[in-house]
Nanobody, 115 residues
Framework: QVQFVESGGGLVQPGGSLRLSCAAS????????MGWYRQAPGKQRELVAS???????NYADTAKGRFTISKGNAKNTVYLQMNSLKPEDTAVYYC?????????WGQGTQVTVSS
């Protein structure tokens, strides 16, 4: 059974930083493409950043230059380092894993950027 443990969310002031982590189990982590999505109230879920099994990364325009996605295959964990946070980054952030027809979601972690 695939399970994710997401952590690192919380309340931060504008301009601050957070590091999200998503530890996966029950899957062959190294073959999966991993991603972070977010959903703000009243909005659709959107891609923030992704990293392929080979390590290639992709970012939403809103994340470029501020966020960095990385992974550690030995720890079965994907990370999202978020710097220069803005109030509009406030959302629930979800970890995603996909490979072929397999697609899994984490439970989400709340990120709130407010003074």
């Amino acid at each position: 059974q695939v399970q994710f443990v997401e952590s690192g969310g919380g309340l931060v002031q504008p301009g601050g930083s957070l590091r999200l982590s998503c530890a996966a189990s029950g899957m062959l982590f190294s073959i999966y493409n991993m991603g972070w999505y977010r959903q703000a109230p009243g909005k659709q879920r959107e891609l923030v950043a992704s990293i392929t099994s080979g390590g290639s990364t992709n970012y939403a325009d809103t994340a470029k230059g501020r966020f960095t996605i990385s992974k550690g295959n030995a720890k079965n964990t994907v990370y999202l380092q978020m710097n220069s946070l803005k109030p509009e980054d406030t959302a629930v952030y979800y970890c995603n894993a996909n490979y072929a027809h397999y697609n899994y979601w984490g439970q989400g972690t709340q990120v709130t950027v407010s003074s």
